[in-house]
T-cell receptor, first 116, second 113 residues
Framework: GENVEQHPSTLSVQEGDSAVIKCTYS??????FPWYKQELGKGPQLIID?????GEKKDQRIAVTLNKTAKHFSLHITETQPEDSAVYFC???????????????FGKGTHLIIQP | DSGVTQTPKHLITATGQRVTLRCSPR?????VYWYQQSLDQGLQFLIQ???????AKGNILERFSAQQFPDLHSELNLSSLELGDSALYFC????????????FGEGSRLTVL
């Protein structure tokens, strides 16, 4: 089945700086890569996703890049703000992985801390 | 507000006991997913239902079971509870399998003493 590794587990950046979170996946059949943000006391919420036919996607201050050859994808947050402090999860999905839940496998999460 | 409702929000119980967690998916969503979130373990997929039928199983223990009812709400039953079952249990829903965004509830925090 799919295995998703996420790094770092904790990331502390100064407000206004950029943050980058990286994930690797193992199943070359994976074709959908969402990122979820979990604020304290809340459930995870989708913030951006990318499909395997696209190399990069942007939405205001956040962007995701995908390198299918290397099987890794990254989340980039620019001009970080205090409200960006949260736990971020990457995930990979393959319709054909047979792993269940539409093959959606999550990384272990990155705790992003924005220092004022 | 994701539209997914989970009850109870908090539950404290003793080892050996049985509990039931309830999930009401977003209106019209046919797929329901259960995840367990333990400290430093991320989101572990437990089980998925689609329109009342079990669709996929993940790392769900035999002591755990779930079902989805005709009105599409779902229940996760945890029995013979152990200390290690203490975790946040999330329910998520979406309209169909294999498409798009999962909508998560706010979770049920289970503490086993």
């Amino acid at each position: 089945g799919e295995n998703v590794e996420q790094h770092p587990s904790t990331l502390s950046v100064q407000e206004g700086d950029s943050a980058v979170i990286k994930c690797t996946y193992s199943d070359s059949a994976s074709n959908y890569f969402p990122w979820y943000k979990q604020e304290l006391g809340k459930g995870p919420q989708l913030i951006i996703d990318i499909r395997s036919n696209v190399g990069e996607k942007k939405d205001q201050r956040i962007a995701v890049t995908l390198n299918k050859t290397a099987k890794h994808f990254s989340l980039h947050i620019t001009e970080t703000q205090p409200e960006d402090s949260a736990v971020y999860f990457c995930a990979a999905s393959s319709r054909y992985s047979g792993g269940g839940a539409d093959g959606l496998t999550f990384g272990k999460g990155t705790h992003l801390i924005i220092q004022p | 507000d994701s539209g997914v409702t989970q009850t109870p929000k908090h539950l404290i119980t003793a080892t050996g006991q049985r509990v039931t967690l309830r999930c009401s998916p977003r209106s019209g969503d046919l797929s329901v997913y259960w995840y367990q979130q333990s400290l430093d373990q991320g989101l572990q997929f437990l089980i998925q239902y689609y329109n009342g039928e079990e669709r996929a199983k993940g790392n769900i223990l035999e002591r755990f079971s779930a079902q989805q009812f005709p009105d599409l709400h779902s229940e996760l039953n945890l029995s013979s509870l152990e200390l290690g079952d203490s975790a946040l249990y999330f329910c998520a829903s979406k309209y169909r399998s294999n498409t798009g965004e999962l909508f998560f509830g706010e979770g049920s925090r289970l503490t086993v003493l």
